[in-house]
Each structure stands twice: as C-alpha cells, then as structure tokens.
Nanobody, 122 residues
Framework: QVQLVESGGGTVQPGGSLRLSCAAS????????MGWYRQAPGKQRELVATIEWDGTANYADSVKDRFAISRDNAKNTVFLQMNSLKPEDTAVYYC????????????????WGQGTQVTVSS
C-alpha cells in the first residue's frame, strides 16, 4: 500500500554531516506526519525527529541544534540534515509515516521504512 525508501546513509567522521531522504509512494491520500527514528546495537528504537503536515517539528533532546527535519508535501518526502555528528549517533535510521490516509481503504495507518545505516567513526 505504502512504500518508504530511505537513502543517504553512510560513514562519516565525527563532526561531519549527512543528509537522509525518505520518499513515500503508494495509495496515499494524505500523509499527516513523517519522522525519523534510530536504533543502535543493543538499544531500543528511539525517536529522532518528527514533522507534521504544516511543518511543525519535534526533536529528541540529543539532536536538537544539530539535526534539522524538513519535508516536501508535494512529493511525500522527508529529509533529515544531520550536522556535527557524534559517534553516539551511530545507528540504523528508520523513516516513519504516521497517520496516513489511503485512497483505497478507510482508516489511518502507520508505515516504516527498511532503515539506513549511519556510522560515525574516525
């Protein structure tokens, strides 16, 4: 019904930057919220940042002032600009589409991407 395809992960040195992208496709009528979560080895998945349809953003305290989330509603795409990366940012980053209305069936749904690896290491 809805596919989320992430891109932009990789390996970067501490202090470096990366930009993640996630494009949603499928039977989408309206995609109210999109976001990024991450999961480090041995840890639970945690919220990184979310953004509403109107651009209202929410960040985890650990990434405030370093990461910036944005979206292109016309293309159902969300971005995460990550600056001043630290080794503790190393994780698999997952794109999330929340409160998704479909054109095919009634209801509100939640979808996840497959994840993209971000490694911060010298």
């Amino acid at each position: 019904q809805v596919q989320l395809v992430e891109s932009g992960g990789g390996t970067v040195q501490p202090g470096g930057s990366l930009r993640l992208s996630c494009a949603a496709s499928g039977s989408i009528a309206r995609l109210y919220a999109m976001g990024w979560y991450r999961q480090a080895p041995g840890k639970q998945r945690e919220l990184v940042a979310t953004i509403e349809w109107d651009g209202t953003a929410n960040y985890a305290d650990s990434v405030k002032d370093r990461f910036a989330i944005s979206r292109d509603n016309a293309k159902n795409t969300v971005f995460l600009q990550m600056n001043s990366l630290k080794p503790e940012d190393t994780a698999v980053y997952y794109c999330n589409a929340d409160r998704v209305a479909l054109t095919t069936i009634l209801g509100i749904f939640n979808f996840w991407g497959q994840g993209t690896q971000v490694t911060v290491s010298s």
